[in-house]
């Protein structure tokens, strides 16, 4: 998974009141006021606190651990090339659950707000930025702190979005979309004839994945999932679904394809990095971006952990170069080249106008829901995307489950309330 930019220096707590320099690639943490116009509000406004919702991860653990909080902040006094985004939607991906269990190395230590991607309407730019206009749907990419109402990024992190693009599918491209082109075109070279193993062919970057494999001619894809998927994804392009928790998948494939496969994008790691080589024909591709086998429940599995590193494929270049295979690794977390992620994005958004690809929606949840959205993709139940929406629930709604009680934060409580979460985070902690 991955979509966020480098890493930075530090993360600024997120009960401050505001950074004095938000990091230049991730999305400000500090809760933000709507303005009025481009490049700031009168000083009237900037004296009235506004509440903002936002998802804060408070340590590391299972679900309990993701709060929704409403913190008031002043406005925010943008610095040359960025802008402010009232956010309408929210990506949710397989890095959050592992971040949310320590498993993530470039989210910031808690307490942190979480979230990749997402979309929204531009209220602010800052004076120099002269592509963006406040009223522009754009698409925006950050490392974290997307799952809140307003955000202060990049302008350089955002892409405006088709008039026929919802924000929903705005938050469902970037990371999801990005991850699976580079995978499959920048280092797998896809060509016509070739065929793809695509494991977890059901979730955001399977789907992905897939659609991509359709915009080039003759490509055989074989797809993993549930049983009860398999109709939808072979619908969505996967040549021949194969269910992983009732079969074989190598002697299924074997069976089709004697010679294995071309390419083999691999979520999982261990035992399965080993088979995926395995398949491979000669002059064949394995790509590992992921080890979704670590995580087997809500908090971190040590002996999942252990199991998953021991399986490793483990090879000398010697053995390698007899193989006549290639083994790559991905992670768009690690891919600072700005000009590369754009000119990826835009052809991304390209193709969507042109019908190729088109994410697909598994669920929406509101930030109050945003337990039962991680459970969701923990248990592998979402085909497509999961969503998550910052305007509150309508209280005529029936949540799914009981919701998330929500924290206020006042400014001027703010540290105390921190350090006192924290200090209970602890003893429970110690105890556990």
């Not at 930019?5 to 006021?33: L, V, Y």
């Not at 000669?282 to 086998?293: D, E, R, S």
């Not at 829901?369 to 309508?394: S, T, Y």
């Amino acid at each position: 998974m991955s979509g966020e930019e480098a890493p930075t220096p530090q993360q600024q707590p997120e009960q401050e009141k505001k950074p004095d320099e938000p990091p230049p690639a991730a999305a400000s943490d500090a809760p933000q006021q709507e303005a009025a116009a481009a490049g700031g509000s009168s000083p009237a406004a900037e004296e009235k606190p506004l509440s903002c919702r936002a998802l804060v991860l408070t340590g590391y653990g299972g679900y309990d651990k993701v709060k929704l909080q409403v913190k008031a902040q002043s406005q925010p006094q943008l610095q040359a090339g960025e802008i402010l985004v009232r956010v309408k939607a929210c990506g949710l991906n397989f890095a959050e659950l592992l971040g949310r269990q320590g498993l993530y190395e470039l989210l910031p230590a808690p307490p942190v707000t979480m979230g990749m991607e997402g979309s929204g309407v531009i209220e602010a730019v800052a004076e120099d930025v002269k592509d963006r206009k406040v009223g522009d749907r754009v698409i925006v990419m950050n490392r974290s702190g997307m799952w809140q109402e307003v955000v202060v990024v990049s302008a350089n992190h955002t892409f405006p979005m088709p008039e026929q693009m919802s924000f929903e599918e705005g938050a469902a491209l970037s990371i999801n979309y990005l991850t699976a082109y580079m995978m499959l075109f920048e280092m797998a070279n896809l060509r016509p004839g070739k065929s793809v193993l695509i494991h977890m062919a059901a979730g955001g970057v399977g789907i992905a994945a897939t659609q991509l494999c359709r915009t080039v001619q003759d490509v055989t894809v074989f797809g993993t999932a549930s049983a009860s998927k398999h109709e939808t994804i072979a619908q969505g392009g996967v040549t021949h679904p194969i269910d992983y928790r009732t079969k074989d998948y190598v002697e299924e494939i074997r069976k089709i394809s004697p010679k294995g496969v071309d390419i083999v994008l691999d979520p999982l790691g261990g035992s399965d990095t080993q088979k995926g080589f395995s398949l491979l024909k000669p002059m064949g591709t394995l790509i590992v971006f992921g080890a979704a086998n670590c995580v087997t429940g809500q908090k971190k599995n040590l002996l999942a952990m252990a199991k998953t590193w021991y399986h490793q494929l483990s090879l000398t270049t010697l053995k390698l170069m007899q193989s006549n295979k290639a083994v790559c690794g991905f992670h768009l977390g690690y891919i600072t080249e700005e000009e590369l992620l754009s000119r990826t994005m835009l052809k991304l958004l390209e193709l969507y106008e042109q019908g190729k690809i088109k994410p697909c929606i598994d669920s929406r949840y509101h930030f109050e829901e945003v337990v039962d959205a991680m459970r969701r993709m923990h248990e592998r139940q979402n085909i497509g995307k999961v969503i998550l929406l910052p305007e509150p629930k309508k209280e005529e709604e029936k949540p799914k489950s009981d919701p998330e009680p929500v924290e206020n934060v006042e400014k001027t409580e703010a540290a105390v309330n921190e350090k006192k979460e924290e200090a209970t985070e602890e003893v429970k902690a110690e105890k556990d």
